[in-house]
């Protein structure tokens, strides 16, 4: 899970285990430019994930021109149709959402990064602190051992996305 402000003291975070880039992509078409967030605002429709960070990152920063959907795969294809000029999603991430919604990954180009994050495991404040230390321990020495590296290599082969860029 990505760790913002608004989730930090509701979950328990082991990690990071990777990054990710929230971005603004847009249909390769349109020609686009959005230099920054006052740019984005402009624009008449955002394709955004219902209750998802992006769009929160969104609101808290006073965009009104957010269409919001249950489904990113909906969103693809209403960028690609042009009911939304730009669509908030992440990388990794957007290949793999545009291979489901059945829609050509190079027809869409990233226009503006919004933020970057890591991204964590998380568990639930309920959760004993013996248990939160155990898995925080059992993680450092995966860390420690190149374990996590191994795993992160098997499956960033088997992503459509570009891999997670490296932890430190």
């Not at 913002?4 to 082991?14: L, M, S």
């Not at 230099?35 to 429709?45: S, Y």
Request: glycine fraction near 4%.
């Amino acid at each position: 899970m990505a760790r913002t402000d608004v989730r930090n003291d509701k979950f328990h975070w082991i990690g990071p285990i990777a990054k990710k880039r929230d971005i603004l992509a847009a249909r390769k078409s349109s020609e686009l430019k959005i230099n920054n967030l006052e740019d984005a605002k402009k624009v008449k429709h955002i394709g955004t994930l219902r209750g998802d960070t992006k769009e929160i990152f969104l609101q808290r920063h006073g965009f009104t021109n957010l269409v919001s959907t249950h489904d990113d795969k909906k969103n693809v294809n209403k960028l690609l149709l042009g009911r939304i000029d730009l669509w908030a999603t992440k990388i990794p991430g957007l290949k793999t959402i545009c291979r489901l919604a059945g829609a050509d990954y190079n027809e869409i180009v990233e226009v503006y990064d919004l933020r970057k994050s890591e991204i964590y495991i998380t568990l639930s404040k309920k959760t004993s602190d013996t248990v939160v230390q155990a898995w925080a321990d059992a993680f450092n020495d995966m860390l420690e051992d190149g374990t996590i590296f191994e795993i992160k290599a098997k499956w960033n082969k088997l992503m459509d996305d570009d891999p997670f860029p490296e932890i430190k």
